[in-house]
């Protein structure tokens, strides 16, 4: 059984509108990231959250906000979709932030229209 | 700036025979550069294949070893004799050895093994 769920597995947007990105980890780690893949492109980091609190953010627009609602849960709430949001969002986590050992969701494929 | 840049797939290899991957990086920001492989299989969430903090060092996992060359800036992901079972995509990556949760990702390799 996977450990980190991401839900939905896909979502269909519409530009302009509003979606929340799922995900909880059952690893029982204290550290939790999102990642982005574009069409063609690298794993791109965004944010890494330690226990519960942002650490990093390399996301240079504020209509990405994570929010953790609990220790296992990094939703990502994404506004004012744009067609340039298509992406993979990877969600993923690790024992501590200064652990090497990630460990990936599957993934929310997110289309914008 | 920071990033990597790995084999170009769809890679085919018959099973069996050996394996390279190619792996370069550039950290300018990174006084210590740490490297990983991760691996993702069909179906399954990405996932560390092995990782080398130290220059010189190889890291070796599943029958895969990688050398982290200072010199060439490689991080050259190889196996002898691959199996069926290793058809996955296959992502290089670059560390700073202190944010290890941040890490700046090649392209990834789709590596399928002919039976």
């Known amino acids: 059984d996977p450990k980190i769920i991401q839900k939905p597995k896909y979502l269909v947007a519409v530009t302009g509108s509003e979606k929340i990105l799922i995900c909880e980890q059952y690893?029982?780690?204290?550290?939790m990231y999102w990642y982005r893949q574009s069409a063609k492109k690298p794993l791109e980091f965004m944010f890494s959250?330690?226990?519960?609190?942002?650490?990093d953010n390399q996301t240079a627009s504020s209509r990405f906000q994570p929010q953790s609602s609990k220790k296992n849960h990094l939703d990502l709430q994404i506004t004012a979709l744009k067609p340039d949001d298509s992406a993979t969002y990877f969600c993923?986590?690790?024992?501590?932030?200064?652990?090497?050992?990630?460990?990936f969701g599957h993934g929310t494929k997110l289309s914008v229209l | 700036g920071d990033s990597v840049t790995q084999t170009e797939g769809p890679v085919t290899v018959s099973e069996s025979e050996s394996l390279i991957i190619n792996c370069t990086y550039s950290?300018?920001?990174?006084?210590?550069?740490?490297l990983f492989w991760y691996v993702r299989y069909p179906g399954e969430g990405l996932q560390l294949l092995l990782k080398?903090?130290?220059?010189?060092q190889k890291g070796s996992s599943r029958g895969f070893e990688a050398t982290y060359n200072k010199e060439t800036t490689s991080f050259h992901l190889q196996k002898a004799s691959v199996q069926e079972s290793d058809s996955a995509v296959y992502y290089c990556?670059?560390?700073?050895?202190?944010?290890?949760?941040?890490?700046?990702f090649g392209q990834g390799t789709k590596l399928s093994i002919k039976p």
């Open positions: 080398v903090i130290t220059a010189g």
């Open positions: 950290a300018t920001s990174i006084a210590y550069p740490n």
């Open positions: 690893l029982g780690h204290n550290a």
């Open positions: 959250y330690s226990y519960q609190k942002l650490m």
């Open positions: 993923a986590s690790s024992q501590e932030s200064a652990n090497e050992r990630l460990f």
């Open positions: 990556a670059l560390g700073d050895g202190y944010n290890q949760g941040k890490l700046i």
